[in-house]
């Protein structure tokens, strides 16, 4: 599924240098290392302000509450995502509420998002949080449109999605705030957990450094209960050398899905839907999709994901439950039915191997298997 080797062994020695210029200056925790991440970060999508913090499950709750998202106010988002999107609106005190995905995108549906403010007038729905899943941005001018007329924030969950962009906007500069992370599967990935928001305005900005340290502005005075977000000088060093590389890494991610779309026309496996065939991820003309992963929708999509496996070929199913269905998030008040877009991507989606050494061989190996099953 993912092979880390391949990359390291491209970009080793600059990586160890940079290390070892961490290691002599003998600092560890935010410093110069941080600062010129976040400034390299923050040019690179264009956004005014950058904020390193240590994961990207930090960075969603430390936007949120950078922009005064707590107790008595509602933030909608998708069921259709990973965890952290609707536990970090917890963590914040607000309400979660969830709204259907768009299913050629996968992504949040501004429609259903209209219809849930219908639903909840009386709420205080303080911001949307749209995930750009897969590396795909969600529809922004639909969004800014919604935005426009009910007057919330827009906060992007970017965790998958760090140089993808919307009509040439890039990620990170399209709402008010957003979240990356740098989750070592990511496609901009640390040497462990890190992650960074962007802000666009210097009060968020502001908001978001103090509460990434123990809401502190001057050292031991506490003005709010904050928590420890720091970014590691270490990982820091890290993503800055891999940053540079990410346009490139981006490209070939683009070039491989295409070759797969490709490979399984040509080997008549993909069709309109999953009662004729394989349903290829669909690249809305407005968005610059960077391919984190590369999702298709399978028929007797476990069978053939036991089937790839026993000839060791990896993939994932990202997500098997749709948050809506989680235990831990019963509280909520949703039930079975409730998100039929999302529960039915669930039983069928399956991501393919997809990163940018991946080789020409053994995406060929991948078609032959799943054409094979299919025979
Ligand atoms: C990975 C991910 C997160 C959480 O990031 P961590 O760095 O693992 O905390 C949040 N949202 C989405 C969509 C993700 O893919």
């Not at 160890?16 to 961490?22: G, H, K, N, P, R």
């Not at 849930?116 to 001018?141: E, F």
């Not at 991507?345 to 799943?370: G, K």
């Amino acid at each position: 599924m993912l092979d880390f080797s391949r990359q390291y062994a491209s970009i080793r020695e600059e990586v160890l240098a940079a290390i070892e210029q961490v290691c002599d200056s003998q600092r560890f925790i935010l410093g110069p290392a941080v600062e010129s991440f976040e400034q390299a970060a923050a040019l690179a999508c264009n956004a005014p302000h950058a904020i390193g913090c240590a994961s990207g499950t930090d960075a969603l709750w430390l936007a949120l509450a950078a922009a005064g998202i707590g107790p008595g106010h509602a933030v909608i988002t998708t069921p259709f995502s990973f965890f952290a999107s609707v536990s970090s609106i917890l963590r914040t005190g607000a309400q979660p509420l969830l709204a259907d995905i768009d299913p050629l995108t996968f992504n949040l549906s501004p429609q259903s998002v209209n219809e849930v403010i219908l639903q909840h007038s009386g709420s205080a729905l303080k911001a949307v949080l749209p995930v750009h899943l897969y590396g795909q941005c969600a529809d922004w001018d639909a969004f800014q449109e919604l935005k426009h007329r009910h007057g919330f924030l827009l906060v992007e969950d970017a965790a998958q999605a760090f140089g993808a962009a919307w009509r040439d906007t890039p990620a990170g500069s399209l709402g008010d705030l957003a979240a990356f992370s740098f989750y070592p599967t990511k496609n901009l990935s640390a040497f462990g957990d890190a992650g960074l928001l962007t802000a666009s305005s210097p009060e968020f900005d502001e908001h978001a450094r103090m509460l990434r340290a123990h809401g502190m502005r001057r050292r031991y005075f506490h003005d709010e209960i904050g928590w420890n977000s720091r970014l590691d000088s270490l990982q820091a060093a890290v993503l800055e050398v891999k940053l540079r590389h990410l346009p490139r890494w981006n490209q070939q991610r683009r070039e491989l899905a295409h070759r797969y779309d490709q490979l399984l026309t040509e080997a008549g496996l993909a069709a309109r839907n999953t009662a004729e065939g394989i349903v290829l991820p669909f690249t809305d003309p407005r968005a610059t999709h960077v391919f984190h992963q590369y999702v298709i929708r399978a028929p007797r999509r476990d069978a053939l994901r036991q089937y790839l496996a026993d000839r060791q070929i990896g993939t994932e199913v990202y997500y098997p439950l749709p948050l809506h269905l989680q235990t831990s998030l019963a509280s909520l008040g949703y039930r079975q039915g409730d998100f039929p877009v999302s529960e039915q991507a669930a039983s069928e989606v399956l991501a393919l191997p997809i990163y940018p050494e991946l080789r020409d061989d053994e995406q060929q190996t991948v078609v032959d298997a799943i054409l094979s099953f299919y025979k």
